[in-house]
């Protein structure tokens, strides 16, 4: 089906684009009770900047970039993105990985000159049995600020820890202001880590969050929710957003997101600001009173 464009006017004067599938999304839309919102790139930008870093085991800054960016290259999450950037600011020479694995909701592997890399969430690396507890402190702290942090391994050895700051959306407050006042429930489903999770969500007055999610687990939150008879509104930017999108009633993806977020959603919100959901359920109201 070709997506109805449906424009709708912002209030500086400037236009935000809610692309609507069909009659019935907007239908949909206007009648969910409870709005799952996945973080990295839905509540916040999704364009992470790295701003801490340390060094393990006879590493320095420079080594646990330059092995963090050769694993990194070959990746399409946000995190990639902020690893990239910093290797490229502190000009550091990035070699090729060999055997590069991504792996959902957890890292990356890989091989450079022989050593055997791992990079992604402390339970990432706990799976594959490395020690991390060197690193536990500061994680700790920085992911209380809110920060995502990944750590990297060299040859089964703790090398490094990364973090990244990414800045909720200017127009997130608003938007979920707007939507509790419409009566929805909202809960965060993230793959992040529970206290990056839990203080994200404690600065937008959010209080339902379900961390270390996996693309299936996002999923199953959503069956479960609507077997207890919610209809459930779903928003996501990520490739592994897309079975969420899914399990809805109503997937919304941002229209920043990956391709396959939105072939998976029933609206697109283009311009990625979440007041568009508030704007298509005000203008589902008004069409469906035309209509009856
Ligand atoms: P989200 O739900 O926030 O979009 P993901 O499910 O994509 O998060 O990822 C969950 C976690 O897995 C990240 O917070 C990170 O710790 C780890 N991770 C996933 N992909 C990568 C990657 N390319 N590099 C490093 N860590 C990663
Ligand atoms: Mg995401």
Do not use: N
């Given at each position: 089906a070709t997506p109805m464009s449906i424009m709708v006017a912002t209030g500086r004067?400037?236009?935000?684009?809610?692309?609507?599938?069909?009659?019935?999304?907007?239908?949909?839309?206007?009648?969910?009770?409870?709005?799952?919102?996945?973080?990295?790139g839905t509540l916040t930008e999704g364009r992470p900047r790295l701003t801490d870093l340390a060094a393990f085991d006879g590493h320095d800054r420079a080594a646990v970039l330059r092995l963090a960016a050769a694993l990194e290259r070959g990746s399409e999450h946000p995190l990639a993105e902020a690893v990239m950037a910093a290797a490229e600011a502190d000009g550091v020479s990035v070699p090729e990985a060999e055997g590069f694995a991504a792996v959902t909701g957890k890292g990356v592997e890989g091989t450079v000159?022989?050593?055997?890399?791992?990079?992604?969430?402390?339970?990432f690396l706990a799976e594959l049995g490395i020690a991390t507890e060197a690193a536990a402190e500061r994680q700790a702290a920085l992911e209380a600020e809110g920060r995502t942090v990944v750590l990297l391994a060299a040859d089964g050895r703790l090398a490094g820890l990364i973090a990244v700051s990414d800045p909720v959306r200017e127009t997130?407050?608003?938007?979920?202001?707007?939507?509790?006042?419409?009566?929805?429930?909202?809960?965060?489903?993230?793959?992040?880590?529970?206290r990056t999770a839990a203080a994200v969500a404690r600065g937008l007055g959010i209080e339902e969050v379900h961390a270390g999610q996996s693309p299936a687990d996002k999923a199953a939150l959503i069956a479960r929710f609507r077997a207890e008879g919610h209809r459930v509104a779903m928003a996501g930017d990520g490739v592994n957003?897309?079975?969420?999108?899914?399990?809805?009633?109503?997937?919304?993806?941002?229209?920043?997101?990956?391709?396959?977020?939105v072939e998976s959603a029933h609206v697109t919100l283009a311009s990625g600001d979440l007041r568009g959901i508030l704007r298509a359920r005000r203008l589902a109201a008004a069409t469906l009173r035309n209509i009856r």
């Open positions: 004067g400037a236009q935000a684009g809610v692309l609507v599938r069909d009659a019935e999304a907007l239908e949909r839309l206007a009648g969910a009770d409870l709005l799952v919102l996945d973080k990295t000159a022989g050593a055997r890399l791992a990079l992604g969430s402390a339970g997130t407050p608003e938007a979920l202001a707007g939507l509790r006042a419409a009566g929805l429930r909202i809960v965060m489903a993230t793959g992040d880590s529970p957003d897309a079975p969420a999108l899914a399990a809805a009633d109503i997937g919304i993806a941002l229209g920043s997101g990956a391709d396959v977020a």
